[in-house]
């Protein structure tokens, strides 16, 4: 058996942890992909730093294509986290926020099943 020298940089017992996250939209229709930023690890998104975000001018500041607002929710996995390097803290709106993950969005689901609408 192979030992793996990978890192990684994450958080353990969230199970039940309240979060929120940010999807921003880039791309074309070719090739659109989605920024996942995560509030893990900064606080608990208390609702009156949420509220705050306008997604039409973090959109229009980003240059996004579309914003996804995902939350407040609570997680039903035990733990997050990503290989090798750790994940950057950014200021998106005035709030701090990590960068967890770009996954690629389908055109099926532009042209079929709209994104999240950012309703709660």
């Given at each position: 058996m192979q030992i793996s020298d990978t890192t990684i940089h994450g958080k353990a017992n969230v199970r039940g942890s309240r979060y929120c996250e940010i999807l921003v939209i880039k791309g074309n229709l070719t090739n659109l992909n989605a920024i996942v930023y995560n509030r893990l690890g900064c606080h608990d998104c208390p609702?009156?730093?949420w509220r705050s975000v306008d997604p039409k001018k973090l959109?229009?500041?980003?240059?996004?294509?579309?914003?996804?607002?995902?939350?407040?929710r609570v997680f039903m996995m035990d733990r997050i986290g990503q290989?090798?390097?750790?994940?950057?803290?950014?200021?998106?709106?005035?709030?701090?926020?990590?960068?967890?993950?770009?996954?690629?969005v389908s055109k099926?689901?532009?042209?079929?099943?709209?994104?999240?609408?950012?309703?709660?």
């Open positions: 609702d009156e730093i959109k229009d500041s980003l240059k996004a294509k579309s914003i996804a607002m995902n939350g407040p290989n090798n390097t750790p994940p950057p803290k950014v200021n998106l709106a005035g709030i701090e926020i990590i960068e967890r993950a770009t996954v690629p099926k689901k532009c042209l079929g099943n709209p994104l999240p609408t950012g309703k709660t």
